[in-house]
């Protein structure tokens, strides 16, 4: 058994990623400074030299995201970070990745939007692009930490995600986060699980870049290690070579899509409170699943059976685990930091067997637990 003590430090959010990303094995970073995720890269600048890693400061937000993808080729752990405007700039690139199955890290600080809007506030309006963003099918993952301690041990859980599934994964903090400091554990790294991307086991000559076993991920060359490796964001074969054959083309699309859906299970992580008895269930994420946490307790003192539904996996989306409450109990209220974005995805994972009410806040300030106390006593009255 490992006796040696684990650190204690008293860390802002984005001070957290970085030191999970360090620990997860991160040796490359390449950003652009953004508010409000810009002291990931700062902090990434200082440390990686320190060990053996690389940092770069690019011209935007664009070549930021394909310098990681080109790091992770070589065989790098790769991140990149942004907010707002740079994650949209981002967004053909995460194509280019999902479609050339390159396992990078995105950080998504949120913030208030569309364009500029609040660039210091926090906001939660970018889940749909996430998903969406980029053109065409293909699956990502998303990971939404709640503290700075899941911005930490969440940023480890998305390098090996990546890894594992040879996909881009992005975490979805927010500007509350961000610059919230709280104590975190570092863990000890023996105690880590760390997840490598799999490896040729066929010689150069004989190695098919694209050609995926039952796992339907398929092994991944380093580019400098004698195997030859065409990437093209076009449709190609399990060669890597440009092809237009509607059927190799429906093959590649079904198997980068189902390599996320069939592992959804396995993929997808929450937390759930007061779950047994509730008659009113609570479910956000983020930062503001903290104040409903919190409004949940509270009305529990006060004789109200409210449950408590924190998603940790924004993408894919635990709609199992949605139907699966949406049974027991006969309402559901959504919170958000936007205009209605998960709340239409717990509707269609309910089918109908709860009713589902909404309370958004926009603004960038966050939700307090008496304005959700005030919603749970209508809703419950």
Same mark, same amino acid.
């Given at each position: ?38 002291? !990931?890269?700062? *902090?990434? @600048?200082?440390?990686?030299? +320190?060990?053996?890693? %690389?940092? #770069?400061?690019?011209?935007? $937000? ?107 994964? !992005?975490?979805? *903090?927010? @500007?509350?986060?961000?610059? +919230?400091?709280?104590? %975190?554990? #570092?863990?000890?790294?023996? $105690? ?190």
């Amino acid at each position: 058994m490992n006796n040696q003590k684990r650190k204690i430090d008293f860390l802002q959010g984005n001070d957290a990623i970085v030191e999970g990303a360090i620990l997860a094995g991160c040796r490359f970073f390449a950003g652009y400074p953004i508010t409000p995720s810009s002291e !990931i890269m700062e *902090s990434m @600048a200082k440390k990686l030299p +320190l060990i053996g890693g %690389v940092f #770069i400061q690019m011209e935007d $937000e664009l070549g930021s995201i394909a310098a990681a993808i080109g790091a992770s080729l070589t065989g790098l752990k790769a991140m990149t970070a942004t907010s707002g405007p740079g994650f949209s700039l981002m967004q053909e690139n995460i194509g280019l990745a999902i479609m050339c199955e390159v396992p990078i890290v995105i950080v998504n600080v949120m913030r208030g939007g569309p364009s500029t809007g609040l660039p210091t506030k926090a906001s939660q309006a970018d889940i749909m692009q996430t998903r969406w963003g980029h053109h065409g099918d293909g699956e990502v993952i998303a990971l939404a930490p709640w503290s700075v301690q899941e911005c930490l041990d969440l940023t480890i859980k998305a390098f090996n995600l990546a890894e594992e599934y040879r996909t881009p994964v !992005i975490v979805l *903090s927010d @500007a509350i986060l961000a610059h +919230l400091r709280e104590v %975190v554990t #570092i863990p000890n790294p023996e $105690e880590i699980e760390i997840i490598e991307r799999k490896r040729p086991k066929t010689p150069p000559e004989e190695f098919i870049p694209f050609k995926a076993d039952e796992t339907l991920v398929p092994p991944m060359a380093v580019l400098g290690e004698g195997y030859r490796v065409h990437y093209t964001g076009l449709s190609h074969d399990e060669h890597g070579y440009p092809t237009d054959d509607p059927e190799n083309y429906r093959k590649l699309i079904e198997r980068i899509t189902a390599k996320i859906r069939k592992n959804a299970d396995k993929i997808v992580s929450w937390d759930t409170k007061y779950i047994e008895d509730a008659e009113l269930v609570l479910i956000s994420y983020g930062s503001s699943a903290r104040a409903a946490l919190q409004s949940c307790i509270e009305a529990r003192k006060q004789g109200y059976n409210v449950g408590f539904l924190k998603l940790t996996t924004i993408w894919p989306f635990p709609e199992k685990t949605v139907k699966k409450i949406a049974e027991t109990v006969s309402k559901m209220l959504v919170l958000e930091q936007n205009m209605g974005q998960v709340v239409h995805l717990v509707k269609e994972a309910t089918e109908g067997k709860a009713e589902v009410e909404f309370y958004s806040k926009v603004g960038g300030e966050p939700f307090l637990p008496q304005e959700i106390l005030k919603q749970i006593r209508r809703i419950m009255k």
